[in-house]
C-alpha cells in the first residue's frame, strides 16, 4: 500500500516550484490544468517508483478542518496569520478552488482510495490506517513459513509527524522533499517524545515549558531552552511524564500529547476513516472514462501513460 498525504504533493510544490508558483498567482482555467497535471503526474511518479515493493493500491489522504482547533485553539495560529499578511501574490482562494477541483477529479475517474474526513488531518488519516492494518494481521497471508506478515505500508511525506508510525515495522516513508527514505535517527517513541517535549513551532505547539499562547505574544522574550540532558531525562523514563520538573510542565505534556501522537485521535475519526477504506477497498471506476477526462484537459501525456495509474 502506497498512502499519499494529498498536501505533501499539491501545496508544498507552489513553494518550491517556480510553474506551480507562477500558476498559483495566476488563476485561469490553464493554471488549474496545469496544477492539476502536476499532481497527478507526481502521483503517476510515485506509484511507478514504488509499486514492486508496496503494490498498486494507493489511498490518498485529504486534509479537513481539524479536531485539534477544537481543543487548542492556538493550533496552526501563526500560518493562518502569515496567510492573511502573505504578499507572495498566490492567490489562496484560487488554490484552494484547485484543490477541491482536483480532489473532485481523484474521486470521479481514477483507480484510487481518496479518503477525507471530518475535523481530520491528513495525518490522522494515515495514521489511522497504519493501525487498522496493525491491528487486522489475520487478514493478510502467511509467509511459507505459516508466520502472518502485515503488507508493507509506505507513506509519501516529508512529516516527521510520522516517524511515530515507524514503530509498525512494516511501515517506511518517503519524502517527496528530498526524494529518499527518511526514518527517525533513534527509536520512533522517542521521537514522538521529542516532539511532545520540544513542540512543533510550525504548528503553533509550544515547548511543555511554554503557556498555550506562547506564539501570540507580541512582547514574549526568548522561549526557555530544552537542552539536550533535560530531554534525555524524558526519553529515559518509564513514564515520560514523570520527568516533567512541575505541574505546569505536566499539564502542557499532556497538552502536546494529545496534538502530537496520534493514539489520541479522537475515535469516531478513526472509526469513519476505515469506514471510507474498507468501503472503497473494490472501487469501481471506468478506464475510458479516465481516457476522455484526460483528453478533455488536454493532458496527452497523461493519456499516452494511462497504465501507470493501474
Known sequence: ??????????????????????CAQNPSTESRDMMMHMVLNTIRAQHMMHKNKY???????????SWRNDVFP??????KQKRATDTSGIQWDF????????KQALIDYFPFNTISVDKAEADDIIGAICKYKDLNREDQEENIFGDIEADEILVVSSDKDHFQLHRYKNVRQWSPLTKKLVKPDGKPHHAL??????????????????????FTLSDKKRAPPISAKYLQRFLDAKNPIDACETEEERRNYKRNEQLVSY???????YDETIRLYESQKNKKHSKMELMNF?????????????????
Open 1 to 22: 500500500m502506497i498512502q499519499i498525504d494529498f498536501s505533501q504533493v499539491y501545496l508544498a510544490p507552489i513553494f518550491l516550484d517556480a510553474a506551480a508558483k507562477s
Open 294 to 310: 484526460f483528453v478533455r484537459h488536454k493532458m496527452n501525456t497523461l493519456l499516452s501513460k494511462i497504465s501507470d495509474f493501474y
Open 193 to 214: 517524545i521529542e516532539k511532545i517535549v520540544r513542540g512543533d513551532a510550525g504548528d503553533g505547539i509550544c515547548s511543555i515549558k511554554c503557556p498555550d499562547d506562547w
Open 74 to 79: 492556538y493550533y496552526k495560529w501563526a500560518r
Open 55 to 65: 503494490g498498486s493500491e494507493i489511498v490518498i489522504a485529504f486534509d479537513s478542518s
Open 95 to 102: 488554490v484552494f478552488e484547485t484543490s477541491a477541483y482536483i
Open 263 to 269: 493514539e489520541f485521535t479522537p475515535k469516531e475519526i
